[in-house]
């Protein structure tokens, strides 16, 4: 059973910061990728940013600059560092894991943590 729970979202006005955090749980033997989605009302999930176990990682145009995406492999854990939040960034952000579990590889997602930017 492997458990994947965000923290850190609320309620910010225009140009501050958030840092969301992910800790993954569970029977894990390894972790490759992890990533950040958000979905806003009525729209689609989105990729915002993802990371590799090497620590390479890729963004949304939108948030380049902006968001900085980390992890602790030790703690099993992925961070989102969010500046100059815009009211655009508002929306249910959710972590998602690429996760090994004896011989098999499987993707896992969290509950989400709500973030929402006032103007």
């Known amino acids: 059973q492997v458990q994947l729970v965000e923290s850190g979202g609320g309620l910010v006005q225009a140009g501050g910061s958030l840092r969301l955090s992910c800790a993954a749980s569970?029977?894990?033997?390894?972790?490759?990728?992890m990533a950040w989605y958000r979905q806003a009302p009525g729209k689609q999930r989105e990729l915002v940013a993802g990371?590799?176990?090497?620590?390479?990682?890729n963004y949304a145009d939108s948030v380049k600059g902006r968001f900085t995406i980390s992890r602790d492999n030790a703690k099993n854990t992925a961070y989102l560092q969010m500046n100059s939040l815009k009211p655009e960034d508002t929306g249910v952000y959710y972590c998602n894991a690429n996760i090994e579990i004896a011989t098999m590889w499987e993707y896992y997602w969290g509950q989400g943590t709500q973030v929402t930017v006032s103007s």
């Open positions: 990371i590799t176990s090497g620590g390479s990682t």
């Open positions: 569970g029977s894990i033997f390894s972790i490759n990728a």
